[in-house]
C-alpha cells in the first residue's frame, strides 16, 4: 500500500481558481450541493479505507518561513515560493498504485471541479 | 555443411536474436523482480554470457527462455551478496511462492509468458507518462533499442536521452503505475494510448533515411500485439494502416522530395504487404466494430486498390472520412475529407471546405500545402504561392521542404493557369 497526496491549486487573480471567491460566487444552494458532494466523497474515501487526512490551507499571506542562519532563527513573512498559484487544500490517501490513485483524484476533481496534482509519498522501508 | 560455418552463421544472428527476444526477456523479469532497472541490467548480463556461449555451442532452441533463467539466477546471486539485495530477495522468495511468481529453484523450465509484454506497454504507455517518454520507453525495452538508437531516432544527444529514461523508469518506480493489463473498463482508453504510441513511432521513421528502422520496429510492436490482443480489432487496424502505408514508401519520395498520392508509381507499391493489409481491413469490417484505426485502415485500403488515381472510389473514400470523423472529429481529419471532396465535387468545392477548417490548422503544413495545390488547380498562382511559401516555413521534414520547393518553382515556371 502507498500513499498519495492529491492536492488542489488557488491562482491568485483567478475568480475560478481561487477557493473564496469561488464560494462567494456561489448560490447557497450550489454550496450545499458541493459540501454534499465533498461530504460523500470523504464518506466514501474512508469507507474504502483509503481516507488518511484532508487539509484545507489559509492564503500564503498567512504563511510564514522560518530558517537558520549562523544559529539564530529568522522568520520571514509570506511564503517560501512567491508563486501566483499556491496549494490551497489536499488529501493524502492510501491506494494500490498510481491507476488507484488516479481514480480518487478523478473523483476529487468531478466534486470540486478543480485540478488535482497527484504525488507519491516516499515509502519508508518496512513500512 | 561444415560445424565451423554452422557456427558462424549463427554467429551472425546473435545480434539479432538479442534484439528480438530482448522485450520478452525484460517483461519477464520485470514481473519478476517488480523492478525495471534491475530487469535490464540482469538481461545485459544474460546477453554477455549468451554471446560467449552461443558463439561456440549454438544458439540453443529457446533463446528467449535461456536468456530469462540465466538472467534470474545472475540477478538473484547478485542480490544475495548486497544488503538492499537480501531484502528484496526475501520479498522475491514471497513472490516466488505465489502461483503466477517464478520460483527461484525452478530449473530453467520458465520461459517467457507474452502477457508479460502486454503488461509492460501497458506501463510503457501509461497516460500518466509524457509522450515522449512512453515513445523512449517503448522503444527500449520493448524494442530492444540501444540508448544510442533511440537517441538517434529523435534527434538528441546519448545522455539527453539516458536521462529521459531515467526519469521514465524513476517516475513508474516512485508513483507506482502498475505493471498489468487495465480492466475492461479502462481497457479501449489505455489501448489508444498505446496504439498511438506506436503509430507515432511508425511516422517518426517515415520521409527519414536515418530513421526508416522505426518504421518497421512499430510494425513489428504491432504485429505483437494484434497477436497478444487478438480480440481487439484496433490494434489489427493499426497493423493494417502501417503494412498499406509502408507498401507506398518506396513510391512516396522522389529524389529525396515527397511524391504526392497523384504522382505515385503505383508499379513501385508493395503488392504482398497490400494483399495483407487488405486481408486484415476484411477481417476488421466482418467483425463490425469500427474504430479509428481500422477506418484509417479503410481509406487507405482503397487507395491501395486503385489502379490510377483517377480510378480511386472517392466517394467511398469520402463516406469513409465522414465515419472517421463522427469518431475522431479532429481538423486534421476534416482537412483529409475535405481534399477528397476535392476529388469529386472540384477544386473549388475543395477550397470552401479548406478554407472552413483553415483558423483551426493554421501552424499544419500540410493544410497549407493542400490549399496551394487547391489553388493551383484553380488557377490563382499568386495565392498559391503564398500558401506553398507559408507550408514550406511551417514543413519539419526535409522530403516535404524539398517538394514544397519544387511546387513553388513549377509555379513561377508554368506563370499560366493549370489545368489537370
Redesign the interface.
Known amino acids: 500500500m ?1 500513499q498519495y497526496l492529491l492536492s488542489t491549486y488557488a491562482v491568485e487573480g483567478e475568480v475560478h481558481g481561487k477557493q473564496e471567491v469561488h464560494e462567494q460566487s456561489m448560490t447557497p444552494e450550489e454550496m450545499q450541493t458541493f459540501m454534499e458532494r465533498v461530504t460523500a466523497l470523504e464518506a466514501e474515501m474512508k469507507a474504502s479505507g483509503a481516507f488518511v487526512f484532508t487539509g484545507r490551507l489559509h492564503d500564503p499571506d498567512a504563511a510564514t518561513v522560518v530558517r537558520s542562519s549562523d544559529g539564530d532563527l529568522i522568520m520571514t513573512d509570506g511564503p517560501f515560493v512567491e508563486s501566483k498559484e499556491h496549494i490551497a487544500g489536499f488529501y493524502i490517501i492510501n491506494a ?4 488507484a ?2 481514480a480518487w483524484a478523478g473523483k476529487v476533481v468531478d466534486a470540486i471541479s478543480h485540478p488535482i496534482e ?1 504525488t ?1 509519498f516516499f515509502e519508508m522501508p518496512g513500512a | 555443411m561444415t560445424r565451423a560455418v554452422a557456427a558462424h552463421r549463427e554467429a551472425t544472428g546473435v545480434e539479432r536474436v538479442f534484439r528480438d527476444v530482448y522485450g520478452q526477456a525484460v517483461a519477464t523479469l520485470v514481473r519478476v523482480f517488480g523492478d525495471i532497472t534491475l530487469a535490464e541490467d540482469a538481461v545485459q548480463e544474460a546477453f554477455i554470457v549468451a554471446s560467449d556461449r552461443w558463439r561456440s555451442d549454438g544458439i540453443p532452441p529457446n533463446p528467449a527462455g535461456w536468456i530469462v533463467t540465466t538472467a534470474r539466477n545472475r540477478a538473484i546471486d547478485d542480490l544475495r551478496r548486497s544488503t538492499r539485495g537480501r531484502e528484496l530477495h526475501e520479498q522475491l522468495g514471497a513472490v516466488a511462492s505465489t502461483p503466477q511468481g517464478v520460483g527461484a529453484e525452478d530449473p530453467g523450465e520458465d520461459g517467457p509468458v507474452s502477457d508479460d509484454q502486454l503488461r509492460l506497454i501497458f506501463t510503457c504507455c ?1 497516460p ?1 507518462l509524457r509522450t515522449e517518454h512512453q515513445v523512449a520507453l517503448t522503444l527500449r525495452l520493448l524494442g530492444g533499442l540501444s540508448v544510442d538508437e533511440v537517441a538517434r531516432s529523435f534527434l538528441v544527444s546519448e545522455s539527453a536521452m539516458a536521462k529521459r529514461l531515467v526519469r521514465a523508469k524513476y517516475k513508474i518506480k ?5 505493471y498489468r493489463v ?1 480492466a475492461d473498463a ?1 481497457l479501449p482508453d489505455r489501448l489508444r494510448s498505446v496504439l498511438s504510441v506506436v503509430y507515432l513511432i511508425y511516422n517518426s521513421g517515415l520521409d527519414d533515411p536515418e530513421r526508416a528502422s522505426l518504421r518497421s520496429e512499430a510494425i513489428r510492436l504491432a504485429r505483437a500485439l494484434v497477436e497478444l490482443m487478438p480480440d481487439e480489432p484496433e490494434a489489427a487496424g493499426l497493423l493494417a494502416l502501417m503494412l498499406l502505408s509502408e507498401s507506398r514508401v518506396l513510391a512516396r519520395t522522389a529524389a529525396g522530395a515527397l511524391v504526392l498520392l497523384r504522382d505515385q508509381d503505383r508499379t513501385k507499391w508493395d503488392r504482398t504487404m497490400i494483399e495483407e493489409g487488405h486481408a486484415i481491413v476484411r477481417a476488421c469490417i466482418r467483425r463490425d466494430q469500427p474504430g479509428p484505426f481500422q477506418l484509417q485502415s479503410a481509406i487507405q485500403a482503397v487507395h491501395c486498390e486503385a489502379d490510377s488515381f483517377e480510378a480511386t472510389d472517392w466517394p467511398q473514400i469520402v463516406a469513409l472520412y465522414d465515419h472517421l470523423f463522427s469518431v475522431m472529429p479532429t481538423p486534421v481529419v476534416a482537412l483529409n475529407r475535405a481534399i477528397a471532396i476535392g476529388e469529386i465535387e472540384g477544386p473549388g468545392a475543395a477550397l470552401t471546405a479548406l478554407d472552413a477548417i483553415a483558423p483551426d490548422l493554421d501552424n499544419y503544413h500540410l493544410m497549407h500545402a493542400a490549399r496551394g495545390t487547391t489553388l493551383r488547380r484553380l488557377g490563382q498562382q499568386d495565392a498559391a504561392k503564398a500558401a506553398f511559401e507559408r507550408a514550406a516555413r511551417l514543413a519539419t521534414s526535409e522530403a516535404d521542404r524539398r517538394f514544397l520547393a519544387q511546387q513553388i518553382e513549377e509555379l513561377a515556371e508554368d506563370g499560366a493557369p493549370l489545368t489537370e
Open positions: 502507498s494500490d498504485d498510481l491507476d490513485a488516479l497527484v507519491p | 501509461h500518466a516512485a508513483a507506482k503505475i502498475p487495465p479502462e
